[in-house]
């Protein structure tokens, strides 16, 4: 709250309220939690049990709120601070899973801030500017049309990418807004 007692609205308080509602949704469902093949490369605590035997597992987001490693990240790669961004990729660790977005349906990619963001560091070179500036970060994928979904690093916005065509739509003026349009899709 600030000062008079307003909500403080950020990308952590949104994804707060996102995965209240994500977990509410799937405690309705015969599974009570999201499922996802198990892979051994990533930080095994946001499982919950045993995989089944096709090789699936349940998993829970799990608060992270460390900054350091992902502020370590972007010196590294002389990248732009975005504090919407340092908070997307700093509260939790989660793995991928899909949203209703407006009309759309995006398959959001998981965050593992305990793996030194390796999938992330992967997904960069696609987003680098000739002078080696990394200008975008991927978040998710739109599943009809398999359109990118990625936030701009120097002014949040975020936008779908027309790979094929090099072209760039925004979809929301911030990530703290388009985590609030997220629904759930169980």
């Known amino acids: 709250m600030d000062k008079n007692g307003d909500k403080i609205m950020s990308v952590k308080n949104e994804l707060d309220n996102f ?33 089944d035997n096709a090789g699936w597992c349940k ?54 801030p305990r793996d030194g963001y390796r999938s992330l560091k992967q997904i960069m070179e696609a987003y680098t500017d000739l002078n080696g500036k990394v200008t975008h970060f991927v978040i998710g994928v739109e599943s009809k049309v398999n359109y990118s979904v990625v936030v701009e690093i120097k002014t ?17 003026p911030s990530l703290e807004e388009f985590i609030k349009g997220w629904e759930p899709w169980v």
């Open 59 to 112: 998993w829970r987001p799990l608060a992270y709120g460390k900054e350091e490693t992902f502020i370590k990240l972007l010196e590294t790669y002389g990248i732009e601070s975005n504090r919407d961004i340092i908070e997307y990729f700093s509260t939790y660790h989660f793995l991928g899973f899909n949203i209703n977005y407006k009309k759309s349906r995006i398959a959001i990619s998981g965050v593992d």
């Open 19 to 51: 995965f209240e509602r994500f977990l509410a949704a799937y405690q309705k469902t015969e599974d009570g939690l999201p499922k996802r093949p198990r892979r051994k490369d990533v930080d095994q605590a946001v499982y919950v049990g045993e995989a």
């Open 156 to 172: 949040g916005i975020v936008k779908f990418v027309d790979d094929e065509k090099g072209k760039m739509r925004k979809i929301a």
